[in-house]
């Protein structure tokens, strides 16, 4: 379906999404956590796939923090299943419409397997250009900026705005106009923390897997109404 179908007005260029609630919506309806990423894994793909036919550049989605290595190992084990069993063939499916994959983290943290699998996913989709897809796996804010800094430290050069930028994960693409959250929560949990400083922020009160299509138009909808003066003034603009 076209954006102009929709008449939404301003796409955002590149939009983030924080997929929180799966475990949560799953116990509410007394069904295992694991069922309910599973569930969020289907409806990443599914949201993916129609902000692309909306017209946005780039998506970046906050698949499993540094944080989330905390969890009980029956719980990781049941996220890396649906790594090697659904999110690969749902990511593949979503770069065969031309958009490249980027995987944004400490990828060595991961299962070899794992590592193996995302990574032949981004070189087969490294020929495309103009659009991208951005998993966040393995991947904390902080800890990606510290990496930059030390690799500046290392090379013996000062910093700026644009260098540490171009040591980031996502080196060379738009920073997020906009960025969702789901799950009722309203705070950013170590996600794209210098990327966002001035992304749009949209909170749903709704669990991931049920943020439908016309959700994630509401949200496109809400930020089309919003005035971006980035420290202008109006009268600037």
């Known amino acids: 379906m076209k954006k102009e179908q929709k008449n939404i007005g301003i796409v955002p260029r590149h939009v983030a999404i924080i997929m929180d609630g799966n475990g949560r919506w799953a116990k509410s309806r007394l069904l295992p956590r694991n069922f ?14 129609h902000a692309y036919d909306l017209g946005v550049e780039y998506v970046t989605v906050y698949a499993l923090s540094t944080e989330n290595f905390k969890r009980p190992k029956e ?4 996220l890396y299943n649906l790594v090697r069993k ?8 979503v770069c065969d419409r031309g958009v490249r994959l980027r995987v944004l ?10 590592q193996d699998l995302v990574r032949k996913v981004e ?3 490294a020929q495309y250009e103009g659009r991208g897809v951005n998993i966040a796996l393995a ?7 510290v990496r930059a800094a030390n690799e500046a430290i290392a090379e013996g050069k000062p910093l700026t705005e644009e260098s540490l930028s171009d040591r980031l994960y996502t080196a ?3 920073d997020p106009d906009l960025i969702i959250r789901t799950g009722k929560e309203k705070r950013l949990s170590n996600f794209l923390l210098y990327q966002a400083a001035y992304a749009e922020l949209y909170f749903s009160d709704k669990m991931f897997p049920e943020f439908s299509d016309a959700d994630l138009e509401e949200a496109f909808e ?9 420290g202008k003034t109006d009268e600037q603009l």
């Not at 719980?75 to 049941?78: H, Q, T, V, Y």
């Not at 809400?222 to 980035?230: K, V």
């Open 222 to 230: 809400e930020y089309a109404r919003r005035t971006r003066r980035f």
């Open 123 to 125: 070189a087969d989709s």
């Open 75 to 78: 719980e990781l084990e049941g």
């Open 36 to 49: 309910g990423h599973q569930q969020g894994v289907s409806r990443m793909i599914g949201l993916m796939e």
């Open 172 to 174: 060379g693409q738009p």
């Open 139 to 145: 991947y904390g804010a902080r800890a990606e900026i």
């Open 86 to 93: 659904h999110f690969v063939e749902g990511v593949r499916r």
């Open 105 to 114: 983290g400490d990828v060595s943290l991961l299962p070899q397997d794992i």
